[in-house]
């Protein structure tokens, strides 16, 4: 299938996604209800549990690209986000006030315009044309493929300017930062279920003892390894396996900060411990320098790439195989 055949298909299904998503979630009521006229036509970037959302940095992505549609069109910009947590908990307007109470999102068919992007490019975001209230699911990182003026901005730059930490999350950032006790490379890892105490989707656990020990055995020599490529320096390690940071937290050069965590758009998610993924998070973005840890199956991540552009730092990332004994 040619590229443009496939994104033709791609923007077809969504479209009759966004159908489907008017019959079964709004009224056909033509009242505007309460909600208050200058939010009429703002654009809601919604993670509320109807759509799949992907990951943290997913949804950030997809919230930051909507920031930047709204710019180009003039809309005011809001964001929606109750699934599994309500944002706000941890995460706070810092520059821009994006918060909308629920009695201003419209429920009526004739005055929301749903947009369901996944896979896309994002151009057929810039040929609709709608004065009506957009709600927007999405975790496209659409500086990827967009070129005006908003997504010519620094992607960690405009992550700032429109989010900081809450008090509480301000709080729990402040006690590990004076634990660590100066500055700090950070090391991340993501392993996506192989050592089975990180549920996600259908990522299967590897059961064979001797690859799993294998598989610690050569992250923690990487980690050596960065250990002396920054003398005098602690490494924080954050990753999605305690197994792993059980082991790695014997290191006397090593912080790891610990807890349960699980993926938040899994059937688990309600037990999830967000504060943990945004701890990591600011943490990444508050070292000197970020690196990213890839062995054999582990997860290529983009989370420490956008910890380490919000803070502005250098990201190495580190690719290998697991080389058998």
């Given amino acids: 299938m040619s590229f443009r055949l496939k994104n033709f298909c791609l923007g077809f299904r969504h479209t009759l996604k966004e159908y489907f998503y008017r019959i079964k979630y709004l009224s056909w009521s033509s009242s505007w209800g309460e909600v208050d006229p200058s939010e009429r036509e703002s654009g809601i970037a919604m993670i509320d549990g109807t759509m799949y959302h992907g990951g943290i940095c997913d949804r950030f992505k997809g919230m930051i690209s909507f920031y930047n549609y709204c710019r180009y069109v003039g809309k005011p910009f809001r964001i929606r986000y109750n699934f599994p947590f309500e944002l706000t908990e941890y995460i706070v307007p810092n520059k821009y006030d994006w918060r909308i109470s629920d ?82 490379v950070a090391a991340v890892f993501r392993f996506q279920n192989l050592f089975g105490d990180f549920k996600e989707y259908r990522y299967r656990t590897k059961t064979d003892p001797a690859y799993r020990e294998q598989m610690i055995k050569a992250n923690i020599e990487e980690i050596k390894e960065i250990h002396m490529q920054n003398p005098g320096k602690k490494i924080l390690v954050t990753a999605d396996s305690n197994t792993f940071l059980e082991q790695v937290s014997k290191l006397d050069f090593v912080y790891a900060i610990k807890g349960k965590q699980s993926h938040v758009d899994t059937k688990n998610a309600p037990q999830t411990n967000a504060i943990k993924a945004f701890i990591d998070f600011y943490m990444i973005a508050g070292a000197t320098k970020v690196y990213g840890v890839t062995i054999d199956k582990m997860y290529n991540s983009h989370f420490p790439i956008c910890a380490a552009k919000v803070g502005n730092v250098p990201f190495i990332r580190i690719v290998k195989k697991l080389h058998s004994q």
């Fill in 103 to 184: 009695k201003d999102i419209s429920k009526s068919i004739w005055h929301v315009r749903p947009i369901c992007m996944r896979g896309e490019k994002g151009k057929r975001l810039l040929k609709i044309k709608t004065d009506k209230q957009i709600r927007f699911y999405s975790n496209l990182n659409l500086e990827n493929y967009l070129h005006f003026p908003p997504f010519n901005d620094d992607w960690g730059e405009t992550f700032n300017y429109l989010f900081k930490p809450s008090p509480l999350l301000q709080m729990h950032l402040d006690q590990h930062r004076e634990a660590i006790g100066g500055e700090y």
